[in-house]
C-alpha cells in the first residue's frame, strides 16, 4: 500500500485530544514522522507511544502557540529529531460561548492569542522551516464553520475563526510565490464530538442526538472525520488547492 507522506515530517499542534489528537495518528499511519504539541505531557506522550506502538514515528513537544520561543523549540526538536520540516497543522485553539457583553477584554485577548497568534507563529516558523528543507511543503489552519458564518454568543470565537481564514487566504498568496513553493488551506469543521463541545455543553448523549438532528447529513462529525480532511489537504492529493477553504460540517453551513 503507498503510504501519502512516507518518511515527510509534520508538525501538528493541540495533538492531545481531539482533532489534533487523531489527525497526528492518521498522518503516521499514511507514514509521515509526527512532532504532536500540546500543553499536556501526560497526553502528548500517550499519543506519541501509540504512534510508536502501531509501528509509527513521532516525539512529544511541549507547547504553547502563542510563544515565538516555544514554536523555535518545537522546529528545532522536529528537524534534529525527525528530519525537515514538510508540514504543519495549525491545529490548537480555545473555545467559548458568552454573550459580547459578557465578554472581557482579557477573555478576548486570550483566544485571540491561541487562535490567531498561534497560527500566525505557526505559518511563519512554518515557511522558514519549509524553506530550509528545499522542497515543496503544506500547511493546514483549523479554522471552523464560525470562521464563515456568524453565531449568537461566541463573538469572540467568531472573531478568531474569521480572521484566521483571511490570514490563511494571504498567507496562500505569499506560500505560493516562495521557493520552495508552500501551500496553505484552511479546514472548516461543523459540530464536532470533542472535549472541546462536551466541555462547554456537557456530553449528554441527547444532546449529540440533538446536533446530528440539527445536520442535514442527519450525523455528528467526529475527530476522525476531520483527520481524513486534514491528510487530504496536507498531503499531495491537494497538489493544486491552496488558500482554499475546506467545510466538513454535514452540511450545516448550506442550511
Not at 489534533?20 to 509521515?32: H, M, V, Y
Not at 489552519?141 to 464560525?146: A, I, K
Not at 505560493?176 to 496553505?184: D, E, L, N, S
Request: charged share 20%; glycine share 12%.
Amino acid at each position: 500500500m503507498t503510504r501519502r507522506l512516507a518518511d515527510r515530517v509534520v508538525i501538528v499542534t493541540g495533538a492531545t485530544k481531539g482533532i489534533g489528537r487523531e489527525t497526528a495518528k492518521r498522518l503516521a499511519q499514511e507514514g509521515a514522522r509526527v512532532a504532536c504539541t500540546g500543553r499536556s505531557a501526560a497526553d502528548g506522550e500517550s499519543v506519541a507511544a501509540e504512534i510508536a506502538a502501531e509501528g509509527g514515528r513521532a516525539i512529544f513537544v511541549r507547547h504553547d502557540v502563542a510563544s515565538v520561543a516555544d514554536w523555535r523549540d518545537v522546529i528545532a526538536r522536529a528537524e534534529s529529531e525527525l528530519g525537515a520540516v514538510y508540514g504543519v497543522v495549525n491545529n490548537a485553539g480555545g473555545f467559548f460561548v458568552k454573550p459580547l457583553g459578557e465578554t472581557s477584554e482579557a477573555e478576548f485577548d486570550g483566544i485571540f492569542d491561541v487562535n490567531v497568534l498561534g497560527a500566525f507563529l505557526g505559518v511563519k516558523a512554518g515557511f522558514e522551516a519549509i524553506a530550509r528543507s528545499g522542497a515543496d511543503g503544506s500547511i493546514v489552519n483549523v479554522s471552523s464553520l464560525m470562521g464563515l458564518v456568524g453565531y449568537p454568543g461566541a463573538t469572540a470565537y467568531c472573531a478568531t475563526k474569521g480572521a484566521l481564514t483571511g490570514l490563511t487566504k494571504s498567507a496562500a498568496l505569499e506560500g505560493a510565490q516562495r521557493t520552495p513553493r508552500v501551500r496553505v488551506n484552511s479546514l472548516h469543521p461543523g459540530v464536532i464530538w470533542t472535549q472541546m463541545i462536551t466541555g462547554q455543553f456537557g456530553d449528554d448523549p441527547a444532546l449529540s442526538d440533538a446536533f446530528a438532528a440539527d445536520t442535514p447529513l442527519r450525523m455528528i462529525g467526529l475527530p476522525e472525520h476531520m483527520a481524513e480532511a486534514i491528510l487530504y489537504l496536507i498531503s499531495d492529493e491537494s497538489a493544486f488547492v491552496t488558500g482554499a477553504e475546506l467545510t466538513v460540517d454535514g452540511g450545516r453551513g448550506a442550511d
